[in-house]
């Protein structure tokens, strides 16, 4: 077997297309309760555009392997990995900002985050849910608390991130509400979502206010959706946000309302996986693959993700960017 693997390497910050380098690379080795994977597939995600322009410049030295979404199948073991055996089909979530990445053809990872992959997705499915489901789950069940028969406001619900939170939220009894534009307004209804506001129309804000508010706002889109939250909301709602905050806002009008504020920033675990693969068996969960990119192609992935043209007329896709990964198995 060969000890090397292909690899796209993250060689510059900033564009896209002078970016990254395919490289060879010395294929990992489990340690103790480790597994190695073979990546059949992984995604593009908003985190890699911020780390690929350098947002994270101090938490990644260059080069690096970069990506977080893995679907494929258990080829060893290290020392006590006993809970998986080669040939098993996984999926998971890698750490944010901790050793190699996704972008390769194999990796190595501990068990404990690892759940088998649910049996009626496709890899690509798999790794296009991997983050953002276990997003969706830590938002909305984890933080938010949602209940069945409560408001939910999710902003962005054509996006990779929005289009699980609306099924996630319907699957677990809650009204939901979304804003997309008028073009995605069939699509985000077929995902649940019973009433949809087109942000790009006018201000969402008296829209919401005339369904009476709502207790949870999911923020996934930024800008102004913090500091107006609370003109949306319920006494004691609660707003999730997994955006970055470029600028300090002003939340005190969060006070007249009993609000709580959560700022996430996704963490990986076995659990989630598991609940989002129950909802997955039960028909109330499935990805949104709007795009699939051979791993040669990140570039072109970033460049969709950014909303910028690749090949003819291609522009950003609905849900997730998916990222096919063929493994050398010589």
């Known amino acids: 077997m060969s000890t090397s693997m292909r690899a796209m390497e993250l060689v510059h910050f900033g564009d896209a297309d002078t970016a990254f380098a395919a490289r060879e ?41 970069i990506g977080n979404d893995v679907s494929g199948v258990v080829v060893g073991t290290g020392p006590g990995a006993d809970d998986f055996r080669p040939g098993d089909e996984v999926w998971y979530l890698a750490p944010v900002f901790a050793g190699q990445g996704t972008y390769a053809e194999f990796h190595v990872v501990d068990q404990a ?10 890899h690509v499915e ?10 969706v789950w830590e938002a ?5 608390g949602v209940q069945a028969g409560e408001r939910v406001l999710v902003h962005g619900g054509a996006g990779g991130v929005g289009s ?100 996430l920033f996704v963490s990986p675990g076995r659990a989630k996986l598991d609940a989002l693969s129950r909802l997955v068996d039960r028909g109330e969960l499935r990805p949104v693959i709007g795009e699939v990119v051979p791993l040669s192609d990140i570039a072109d992935a970033h460049t969709l993700l950014e909303g910028g043209s690749v090949g003819e007329n291609r522009r950003r896709p609905r849900g997730k960017i998916a990222i096919a990964v063929e493994p050398d198995l010589g």
């Open 25 to 65: 690379l010395p294929r990992p080795t489990p340690g103790p309760g480790q597994l190695l994977v073979r990546v059949h597939a992984t995604s593009v995600n908003p985190l890699d555009l911020q780390t690929r322009r350098g947002d994270y410049r101090d938490q990644v030295a260059l080069p690096a392997v």
């Open 113 to 122: 985050l690892v759940a088998r992959k649910p049996e009626g997705l496709s």
């Open 126 to 135: 798999a790794a296009g849910l991997a983050l953002v489901g276990v997003t």
């Open 140 to 144: 909305l069940v984890e933080r938010a």
């Open 164 to 263: 699980a939170a609306i099924q996630v939220a319907h699957a677990l009894g809650a009204e939901v509400v979304t804003t997309a534009r008028a073009k995605d307004h069939e699509f985000v209804t077929g995902l649940g979502a019973d009433t949809v506001i087109d942000f790009s129309a006018g201000d969402y804000v008296p829209q919401v206010q005339e369904l009476g508010g709502v207790n949870v706002v999911l923020d996934t889109v930024g800008r102004d959706t913090l500091s107006r939250s609370p003109e949306v909301l319920a006494d004691r709602g609660r707003v999730v946000s997994i955006v970055d905050i470029p600028e300090p806002q002003n939340l005190l009008a969060a006070w007249g309302v009993n609000a709580t504020y959560h700022f």
